[in-house]
């Protein structure tokens, strides 16, 4: 255990024995603390739209198939190029630190040991740099938090293309904080710096709410800052946060190299729909011009499966996979994403789908 | 403390911290005597429509934008010319002094010091009078429970508009009191006079029951009533108790300036619709051609939002602002209002929408 | 209270303070022994279609109206010329005397003294002739369980045309016993006899399960039945337990006077679907040819609006009836009616209906 | 009670005197050992597939009817010939060594004495011979788990052949494991061999988990292995693990003689649809060109009634049937079906229906 402005940090590094993603949560409470864990696990005002998100899943099923003359599903897929053994990726959350004394250089390693992608969060708890160098150049997407002030934007952006991130992904729907009842009643600081503020901000956000961090990041964002990353880092722009076939058109018009269907895993706008119900329209409207990531809810192989043949490219999630850095560091983070991946082959063998193209095009039941 | 006729008022007046307003009814309860809250919180029967009043406004979501080049959202809004800071209003709640010993004086100062709209009830524990002396020249609009006898009701219009109100709401959903269980159980009678019967019925309501109240009220309320109140009083007259796209038409063609859909709060009629489920269709009926006020189960900004959406002017709300009264007096009935208005503005940045008029064209999501 | 081969028999006689229908079964829980209470308030198998029953109510809702100019709602209505203070009728439930010792004279009282329709059961514990007498005049239907003996069923029927029956209401939908749990976990045998099996049938039922009575029941009954029950009465014949407009269809078309929509309280076929849910087909197949009687599920005011407004004439009810009839004899009995009538009164007013053929025009709103 | 590598095997014999299939469970697992009740109980991940199985019944209900002029509702039936007293079937569930000492042997006893059509699985704990000789002479079916290894499929269905089968199950539902949390919280593996494997697996799969037991069948499953099947025994090939229309009309075009609709109970492809869901497509494109067996949450008679009325010819089931066996042996088995098969008789009678073909023909009602 490390403890870090009174706070204590998980420090086990071990692979883990998982029965499901679910039942990873109560174990995580019991590791992480109150305020820490508050932050990871809730979502705005009463959680409809997160309890939602996962619900939402049930609302199609998956078709089990017969006679296929399959065997050995494979999962391998890629995104821009880089190839990936998983359509399973690393969202990217802030401030794993939370969870586990080596953050996002913990999960970046555990990612990467699996042949994921790893995305980072601008409010990450350990830099570009070092969370790059733990990924032991695997791919890695960087986050950006629109900060008003474009030297720190471009700072960033700078910090990524140099450590060779393969695109920048844009948060569109974070623009004020989203009522958060659990940091509230926790009354839920920061106890860690946010490695990417040092240089910016005094603490780097230590000692601040979640309210006060957005507070710097710029509420207006406009199809022109898509194009202006773009420009600037040569790399392609993922637009995250897009709950509508209108707002994904609006992006790739704007340049757009990625569509990110999110409502942030639940902590943003409450009374939102649930992130898989809007998945599929979205993916129609997009029609293969770029890829679809997809987060918001995702606990089985099941989701994963229904995600991607509603549309999505890319599933991600990040709860589970912090929850597997507390208990076990980057084995833990292996152990989670390599469970939900065996999941997934069980419904890919099951469902007559042999690799995740096939998935991708699987006729969904809907009662 | 103040005590009158053993019933213990409330005399708290503070800011209130609030978490959110589902949590107010708890404390409310604790600090209200068991009759007043039964009266205050209690609906008909088995308080179906009650539930669903709340439970409708999952029906549909708000879809959360991207890319909106938008930062501040401006709550401000304005009925017949006046102007206010917010479109959330008091609704006409009866008999505030079962809350806190200065019952509707309260509540019209914390309404007015935020800029809100009051709306005071007939059967109001202060005089109209005082209610508009203590909102302090902010817009007011006098709540008529018709009387059986038009001496009473001319008197009440008269110090209505000597009162300066700028509006008269007239009751049309409670010509018999709903079946209110709880009252019965409680056997509650009214501990506290009314200050506007005070002249017409000895005793002003003290000691008689909800039934006993309404039996003096007019059963028979038809559209000449409204030319005649408008007529009267020169003031607009909006008709409230609207569930039917027919009955808004019926109103306006009565002379109705104004069409208020409320079930009101699931007390009248149980087993009807919840309020939000048909707000949609009666306000493509009135097509604009007069305000329409709803209410009935609002407790979060995105109901706000959603009832904006759905084509309500002003969202009106009483029971969580009655329990911020008990709690706070008029420092509590601001406090819930601004919380109130600030989820609002949360959901409003979120889903894009800049000023009052975009949330009324905001498309919502039905699953 | 009064023992009957060790079965103890209320002997209550007062008026009943109501709250609510529900509210009744618990209390009479309290006083009728277990096998008797299993028998009254049990449905068949795992009670689904029992409570789909009442749940079904909620699937369609009332719409409050507004401006309606009207007042004292008026539910005096008529069944075949026969005068009526109220839609609400007794269904023609058996065995009462497992509620009281007064058995259906006490509720042939009772229904007769707040002006409603009384119906007795083939299984009643006291003679038709005790029981007309009871009703004091007022109008009655006897139901038959066709017997396979027909000189049973003509004396039975000769019985009722010479008690003044205004009807025979013929039961189809139990020619066999639905699968009835609680009679079993009870080992329930009728411990009371059964007035009108005393002269063809040793013992009169007394010590039979409910199975065994049902296997001298007719288990082929035919069109042909309803004609000749018409014939040999000259009595307008009512074919109960109608769940589908091809039968309403087949029924009138071999004679029937009325229609009887029922599926027994969910004492019979479970796994069928709510009598509420089938009633609007049913009544617009037999589009006012003859009239509609209602029943299953209903417990408050509301549902009669409901039943009435999709078709129904009259709506019946048992369960609670018994309930009162256990808690206050010939009192209790209308105390309940009249307090089920008052909730329709209420519904009536707050939906601007005035008389109960305003009722069944009313539109009804689906979510 | 018989000890088996410290595995507590019931003895007992006896007639059931059964309330109703699912009070069956707990009274089982008070006799079954851990281990082989969550084996025989559970479903795959968080078992929503197989509790939707049992909750889809009531997404249609039967209509009663009325004037049906029939008695005495008949169940025989038959299949490729072969009458059959019920339409009831055991389905092929492995391992039945698990809740009897006695096994397959006991339970095809059971279903002979009431004339019902017994099937054994390819892991079955006796041995097809002795089952097949327990039945005395009834009809049969073998379920073949197909391996890797033809030597063993042959001499599989060499014995099937040899025993008089009428028929062979070609599962194709598990071609891997489905994810059986409870096998793994159990760490369960079987403690008693599979009579089938003995000659052609060292243990026989005693001390192996399922995982490894499926490990060695074919994940490849192919329409020409229907063909080959059916070439090699000259038996009428049954397709089992259909789900989807499309299925169905790819196992007739290979040669398939039946169609088995069955989600395997909620045991394999978690997230799928419930089996009852998917019936009436599949039986709409089969279009009685083979007959259709069902299975997949059938507990009570309504269930049989209800999957006859969507296209099923033949319903199946398994756990209720098992708990039999181990409640009471072959009689155990026995009661089990004659009381669900009684259960449906009294749904013919009330539904109108005098013969099985009676009941394919009723129409069903959703709400």
């Given at each position: 255990m490390t403890v870090i402005n009174g706070y204590e940090q998980s420090d086990r590094e071990e692979k883990l024995d998982i029965l499901n993603l679910p039942s990873l949560e109560k174990k995580a409470k019991d590791i992480i603390p109150t305020g820490g864990f508050g932050y990871i696990s809730g979502g705005s005002e009463d959680e409809w739209t997160l309890q939602e998100n996962t619900t939402a899943f049930n609302h199609v099923q998956i078709i089990p198939r017969s006679l296929t003359d399959m065997e050995n599903p494979n999962t391998e897929t890629s995104l821009f190029g880089n190839k990936l053994s998983t359509p399973i990726m690393m969202a990217p959350a802030a401030a794993q630190g939370l969870a586990h004394s080596q953050g996002e250089k913990a999960t970046a390693k555990g990612v990467a040991s699996v042949g994921a992608l790893m995305s980072q969060s601008t409010y990450s708890s350990t830099s570009i740099a070092d969370t790059a160098a733990a990924g032991n150049g695997a791919p890695q997407l960087f986050q950006l938090y629109m900060s008003k002030d474009w030297d720190f934007n471009n700072a960033l952006l700078d910090e990524a293309v140099k450590a060779g991130a393969k695109g920048i992904i844009l948060t569109t729907d974070a623009t004020v904080d989203g009522y958060r009842e659990s940091d509230i009643i926790n009354n839920f600081q920061f106890p860690i710096p946010m490695a990417n503020l040092a240089k910016f901000s005094e603490g780097a956000g230590q000692g601040k709410g979640i309210m006060e961090i957005y507070a710097a990041a710029a509420q207006k964002i406009s199809p022109a800052d898509v194009k202006r990353i773009a420009e600037y880092t040569n790399l392609p722009v993922i637009v995250k946060g897009i709950?509508?076939?209108?707002?994904?058109?609006?992006?790739?018009?704007?340049?757009?190299?990625?569509?990110?269907?999110s409502n942030h895993g639940g902590r943003q706008l409450n009374g939102g729909p649930a992130s898989f119900d809007v998945l599929h329209e979205i993916a129609k409207a997009v029609d293969h011009r770029v890829p679809v990531i997809f987060d918001s809810g995702v606990r089985r192989g099941s989701h994963v499966f229904k995600a991607l043949a509603n549309g999505a490219d890319l599933v991600a999630l990040a709860r589970p996979i912090i929850y597997g850095l507390a208990l076990g560091g980057s084995q833990g983070v292996a152990s989670v994403i390599t469970h939900l991946n065996d999941e997934l082959k069980i419904d890919m063998q099951l469902a007559g789908t042999q690799a995740i193209e096939d998935v991708k095009k699987a006729k969904l039941f809907r009662k």
């Open positions: 709950q509508s076939p209108e707002d994904a058109l609006l992006a790739i018009g704007a340049g757009a190299k990625g569509i990110y269907v």
